[in-house]
């Protein structure tokens, strides 16, 4: 059974912000987008690296070492290994860059704001 935990308070997730945090040992990045708060794993689906670091853009998130986009709420990929360091890339190099790796989606938790206050379920 999935516990709820606390991360913090509804003026702390402001709209277009991502911000990291701790969860029972676990990084997840949590941001206020269009449909409410939502919360996917510190882990890009592409390398095991950060997503901290990124970008909002509109409701999705954006990674910052190789651009891949996910929708921030269903984890579901938008754009594989568009770039690389936020610089976007021509077409053919997506190939070298994902390293073979196919699209894949974001692993995402379920969160729930609640008189004024936001916890994940992990
Ligand atoms: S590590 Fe995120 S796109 Fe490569």
Request: aromatic share 6%; charged share 20%; glycine share 10%.
């Amino acid at each position: 059974m999935a516990n709820r935990v606390l991360v913090g308070t509804s003026e702390e997730f402001p709209a277009g912000e991502l911000k990291a945090v701790k969860v029972e040992g676990e990084s997840i990045v949590v941001a206020r987008v269009s449909s409410g708060v939502c919360a996917v794993k510190n882990k890009c689906a592409h390398l095991p690296l950060p997503l901290a670091g990124g970008k909002l853009e509109g409701d999705s998130i954006v990674c910052p070492w190789h651009n891949s986009k996910y929708e921030m709420c269903s984890g579901e990929n938008q754009d594989w290994v568009a770039g690389l360091l936020g610089i976007k890339m021509p077409n053919w190099s997506r190939s070298l860059i994902s390293f073979g790796k196919k699209p894949q989606p974001l692993t995402t938790y379920i969160v729930i704001e609640e008189d004024g206050k936001v916890y994940v379920e992990i």
